[in-house]
């Protein structure tokens, strides 16, 4: 052994002793900071079960607002809006966001288009979603003279499409070159490669990455007052103002009566359970005909 | 059946730096073709222009003629097609991560377009056992990932992939640079089996290897081929004065 590297007995303890505590330590510190991340949101959901499960009831998924002064009634039509708005989002979001994050990822690597488009999406992502929703307001609601649920559903799209673009073009970052060129040495085309090796190896990232933008878009109500505004109707007709579960809490919330502030409080759990069961829902099917092994 | 390969002229370029120098090189067909030198040399470039890979890389180029049987690789064809009729193995295994073994013997096929069940049973089935891998693997053909499996195990699976389209020539970039020697051995066995049905170019560090599989073998230096002759030849009575220093160790 190097004579420079041996220690007395007694250093060699002390050195011992130190990375002990500071193995506890730094376990002790993690332990806490999940701690501290995880009150919180036990806490709201907690909260959130207490006060609102109490007002939920069959009136409350099957019938529409009780006009002021009447006691019951329920946010059918909000629940059904939410789904019809979000559906619509996800069917322009998605696509969308994916198309933009593989032609970053896979086609326009090094140009400045490509730059271009990052640098906007990465803008874009951090804009205040109100902002998101007087665009959508002057590009549609302005033009057509009215309020709808599809400049609803169309303000909440643009507000994915960024987030799936990048988690897309990052995802497939994350495939390796020999998997492509595995591929592409096989005589398959590049946009067969593209959807059925770089695509699908790098789906389960993606997946999550639409999931995300899903939920964030699926509690914004302020891109949704000026666009979809709201009804007190029951109606599935994109071209109307259509009720949305984020702006009926917002406003029955701000409201002065408590049986309107129980609603209010049903209706965010609602809203929470929904997010968390379609994004389980997906995750379940996205699983299903995964192959056991490999690093994936 | 193989068909043989012959580079006229062949340049590459990958931005402003050239890897390849005027390669000329006849590659007879249904023999094995070793290619040798030092790291960097150009020899895994020379065979990714052999099936147009080359070009996946934005910033490469590449001039001159490689003709494959009656056709001009570079003129007559599209580089999907050539790439279906030159199939590759690359250095490491690459299986697709997400495909069953079945899928992934199968995918060449698939993916561009065929489905009749009963016949890509077959073809799954022939080019497993072609890879020597069959009796490995029959019983989770589709249970297991193909990255499931060991290196070795995986290496032969490309080969098996690489079959299933069933190529005239099969091209090798340092294939058992990453397995033990066992499985080194196996694949070298199947190199053996293979050239009496298929064109073969194997790049290789191993000495020893090209010994063993190639009846002729090609020495490349600096993007140069500096002398291709008999495997015997290259290694008991070399022409040139480098490729004596590079086989005898004094360099590279």
Same mark, same amino acid.
């Given at each position: 052994?190097?004579?420079?590297?041996?220690?007395?007995?007694?250093?060699?303890?002390?050195?011992?002793?130190?990375?002990?505590?500071?193995?506890?330590?730094?376990?002790?510190?993690?332990?806490?900071?999940?701690?501290?991340?995880?009150?919180?949101? #036990?806490?709201?959901?907690?909260?959130?079960?207490?006060?609102?499960?109490?007002?939920?009831?069959?009136?409350?998924?099957?019938?529409?607002?009780?006009?002021?002064?009447?006691?019951?009634?329920?946010?059918?039509?909000?629940?059904?809006?939410?789904?019809?708005?979000?559906?619509?989002?996800?069917?322009?979001?998605?696509?969308?966001?994916?198309?933009?994050?593989?032609?970053?990822?896979?086609?326009? !690597?090094?140009?400045?288009?490509?730059?271009?488009?990052?640098?906007? $999406?990465?803008?874009?992502?951090?804009?205040?979603?109100?902002?998101?929703?007087?665009?959508?307001?002057?590009?549609?609601?302005?033009?057509?003279?009215?309020?709808?649920?599809? $400049?609803?559903?169309?303000?909440?799209?643009?507000?994915?499409? =960024?987030?799936?673009? !990048?988690?897309?073009?990052?995802?497939?970052?994350?495939?390796?070159?020999?998997?492509?060129?595995?591929?592409?040495?096989?005589?398959?085309?590049?946009?067969?490669?593209? #959807?059925?090796?770089?695509?699908?190896?790098?789906?389960?990232?993606?997946?999550?990455?639409?999931?995300?933008?899903?939920?964030?878009? @699926?509690?914004?109500?302020?891109?949704?007052?000026?666009?979809?505004?709201?009804?007190?109707?029951?109606?599935?007709?994109?071209?109307?103002?259509?009720?949305?579960?984020?702006?009926?809490?917002? %406003?029955?919330?701000?409201? =002065?009566?408590?049986?309107?502030?129980?609603?209010?409080? @049903?209706?965010?759990?609602?809203?929470?359970?929904?997010?968390?069961?379609?994004?389980?829902?997906? !995750?379940?099917?996205?699983?299903?005909? %995964?192959?056991?092994?490999?690093?994936? | 059946?193989?068909?043989?390969?012959?580079?006229?002229?062949?340049?590459?370029?990958?931005?402003?730096?050239?890897?390849?120098?005027?390669?000329?090189?006849?590659?007879?067909?249904?023999?094995?073709? *070793?290619?040798?030198?030092?790291?960097?040399?150009?020899?895994?470039?020379?065979?990714?222009?052999?099936?147009?890979?080359?070009?996946?890389?934005?910033? *490469?180029?590449?001039?001159?003629?490689?003709?494959?049987?009656?056709?001009?690789?570079?003129?007559?064809?599209?580089?999907?097609?050539?790439?279906?009729?030159?199939?590759?193995?690359?250095?490491?295994?690459?299986?697709?991560?997400?495909?069953?073994?079945?899928?992934?013997?199968?995918?060449?096929?698939?993916?561009?377009?065929?489905?009749?069940?009963?016949?890509?049973?077959?073809?799954?089935?022939?080019?497993?056992?072609?890879?020597?891998?069959?009796?490995?693997?029959?019983?989770?053909?589709?249970?297991?990932?193909? +990255?499931?499996?060991?290196?070795?195990?995986?290496?032969?699976?490309?080969?098996?992939?690489?079959?299933?389209?069933d190529p005239e020539v099969l091209l090798m970039d340092e294939p058992a640079s990453a397995l033990d020697p066992v499985s080194? +051995?196996?694949?070298?066995?199947?190199?053996?089996?293979?050239?009496?049905?298929?064109?073969?170019?194997?790049?290789?560090?191993?000495?020893?290897?090209?010994?063993?599989?190639?009846?002729?073998?090609?020495?490349?230096?600096?993007?140069?081929?500096?002398?291709?002759?008999?495997?015997?030849?290259?290694?008991t009575n070399p022409s040139d004065k480098r490729t004596e220093d590079y086989i005898t160790g004094r360099f590279g």
């Amino acid at each position: 052994m190097n004579p420079l590297l041996v220690r007395s007995e007694n250093t060699e303890r002390m050195l011992n002793l130190r990375r002990k505590i500071s193995n506890h330590l730094v376990t002790a510190l993690a332990v806490v900071a999940t701690l501290v991340v995880l009150v919180p949101l #036990i806490a709201i959901l907690g909260y959130l079960l207490y006060k609102g499960f109490s007002s939920l009831n069959l009136a409350f998924f099957t019938k529409p607002p009780a006009p002021v002064g009447e006691e019951g009634g329920g946010m059918a039509n909000a629940i059904v809006g939410s789904g019809v708005i979000l559906a619509l989002a996800s069917a322009m979001g998605i696509p969308l966001g994916i198309g933009a994050g593989v032609y970053l990822a896979e086609y326009g !690597r090094g140009t400045w288009l490509a730059t271009a488009i990052r640098f906007t $999406a990465d803008v874009l992502n951090g804009v205040p979603s109100i902002v998101m929703g007087i665009a959508a307001y002057s590009l549609i609601v302005a033009k057509q003279h009215h309020f709808s649920g599809f $400049a609803g559903g169309v303000a909440l799209a643009i507000m994915m499409v =960024p987030t799936i673009t !990048r988690t897309t073009e990052e995802m497939l970052g994350t495939v390796p070159q020999m998997v492509r060129e595995a591929a592409l040495g096989l005589g398959i085309p590049k946009w067969r490669t593209v #959807i059925s090796i770089s695509l699908r190896t790098a789906s389960p990232g993606i997946i999550t990455g639409c999931m995300l933008a899903f939920a964030r878009v @699926a509690g914004e109500t302020a891109p949704l007052l000026f666009t979809a505004l709201g009804n007190q109707f029951f109606g599935v007709n994109l071209n109307q103002p259509m009720a949305a579960l984020p702006l009926q809490i917002f %406003a029955y919330a701000v409201s =002065p009566y408590d049986e309107w502030h129980r609603l209010a409080w @049903a209706g965010a759990l609602v809203l929470i359970v929904m997010i968390m069961v379609s994004v389980t829902l997906v !995750r379940i099917f996205t699983a299903r005909g %995964a192959l056991k092994g490999g690093q994936h | 059946m193989g068909v043989d390969i012959r580079v006229e002229n062949l340049n590459a370029w990958y931005g402003t730096t050239q890897s390849l120098w005027d390669i000329n090189l006849n590659i007879p067909a249904n023999k094995a073709t *070793a290619l040798i030198g030092p790291s960097g040399c150009g020899k895994s470039t020379f065979v990714r222009c052999l099936n147009r890979m080359h070009e996946t890389n934005p910033i *490469a180029r590449a001039e001159g003629v490689v003709r494959m049987g009656d056709i001009d690789i570079y003129k007559d064809a599209s580089p999907v097609e050539i790439r279906r009729r030159i199939g590759m193995v690359f250095q490491r295994p690459n299986p697709f991560p997400t495909m069953s073994i079945y899928d992934n013997v199968a995918s060449g096929l698939k993916l561009n377009g065929f489905r009749k069940k009963r016949v890509l049973d077959e073809v799954v089935e022939k080019s497993l056992k072609s890879a020597a891998l069959w009796e490995e693997v029959k019983d989770s053909l589709h249970k297991k990932s193909g +990255a499931s499996l060991s290196g070795g195990q995986q290496q032969r699976l490309c080969i098996a992939r690489a079959l299933a389209v069933d190529p005239e020539v099969l091209l090798m970039d340092e294939p058992a640079s990453a397995l033990d020697p066992v499985s080194t +051995a196996k694949i070298e066995d199947l190199i053996f089996k293979l050239k009496s049905q298929y064109t073969i170019v194997i790049v290789t560090h191993n000495m020893q290897q090209a010994a063993r599989v190639a009846e002729n073998t090609g020495f490349f230096l600096t993007g140069k081929l500096v002398e291709f002759a008999p495997t015997t030849k290259i290694f008991t009575n070399p022409s040139d004065k480098r490729t004596e220093d590079y086989i005898t160790g004094r360099f590279g």
